[in-house]
């Protein structure tokens, strides 16, 4: 059975920092393209970020480009979202998923296993 966790998130001041985690089990998560999902409340969730397979090919979303890193380490079955100089609107639930895709997909519907997310708090 195929289980992602998600941890890293709380509270963060604008411009700080976090890492967010997501270990899987049930799965070698160097066989799949990860992807990272936000939703803010109110909001339809959207892929911000995803790593490849073969990590040739990383995606960021332009609101978060340049702010954030993602990564995997294979020996560790996680992958990684350092977020830096956060912002309010960054507050959201975040969520890693898989998919079997060889490289990155913003498609919802292409993630077929999903963590139950972290929340993410941007404020003074």
């Known amino acids: 059975q195929v289980q992602l966790v998600e941890s890293g998130g709380g509270l963060v001041q604008p411009g700080g920092s976090l890492r967010l985690s997501c270990v899987a089990s049930?799965?070698?998560?160097?066989?799949?393209?990860i992807g990272w999902i936000r939703q803010v409340p109110g909001k339809e969730r959207e892929a911000i970020s995803c790593?490849?397979?073969?990590?040739?090919?990383?995606y960021y979303a332009p609101s978060v480009e340049g702010r954030f890193t993602i990564s995997r380490d294979n020996a560790k079955n996680t992958v990684y979202l350092q977020m830096n100089d956060v912002k309010p609107e960054d507050t959201a639930d975040y969520y890693c998923?898989?998919?079997?895709?060889?490289?990155?997909?913003?498609?919802?519907?292409?993630?077929?296993?999903w963590g139950q997310g972290t929340q993410v708090t941007v404020s003074s």
């Open positions: 998923a898989t998919t079997p895709f060889e490289g990155c997909t913003t498609r919802l519907y292409d993630f077929n296993s």
């Open positions: 049930g799965v070698t998560l160097d066989h799949y393209a």
């Open positions: 790593i490849s397979i073969t990590n040739t090919f990383i």
